[in-house]
Nanobody, 121 residues
Framework: QVQLVESGGGLVQPGESLRLSCAPS????????MGWYRQAPGKQRELVAV???????NYADSVKGRFTISRDNAKNTVYLQMNSLKSEDTAVYYC???????????????WGQGTQVTVSS
């Protein structure tokens, strides 16, 4: 059984920063691409940022220059540093990790439970 544990959400004012973290726990074999997605009320879930095993990153245009995704492979953890937050960043943020379990033969997606980020004055 694999679970993704997220932390770091909260309520901040515009212009402030937050850092999200996510780490899978359980019977972990190999971890591949890790990423963050978000879903605002009434909208579809959208990609925020992803990072490959080798460190290649990709960002949504709306967060480029403000958000930074990183990973610590020794800790199996992915981070999302969010700076200069705006009200339109308000959403539930979900971590997604592509991994293969120790007993599994194929890698698949695992999702976190989501953490609320609210940007409001």
């Amino acid at each position: 059984q694999v679970q993704l544990v997220e932390s770091g959400g909260g309520l901040v004012q515009p212009g402030e920063s937050l850092r999200l973290s996510c780490a899978p726990s359980g019977s972990i074999g190999n971890i591949y691409t890790m990423g963050w997605y978000r879903q605002a009320p009434g909208k579809q879930r959208e990609l925020v940022a992803v990072i490959t095993t080798g460190g290649t990153t990709n960002y949504a245009d709306s967060v480029k220059g403000r958000f930074t995704i990183s990973r610590d492979n020794a800790k199996n953890t992915v981070y999302l540093q969010m700076n200069s937050l705006k009200s339109e960043d308000t959403a539930v943020y979900y971590c997604k990790v592509i991994l293969r379990t120790l007993m599994g033969s194929q890698a698949r997606d695992y999702w976190g439970q989501g953490t609320q980020v609210t940007v409001s004055s």
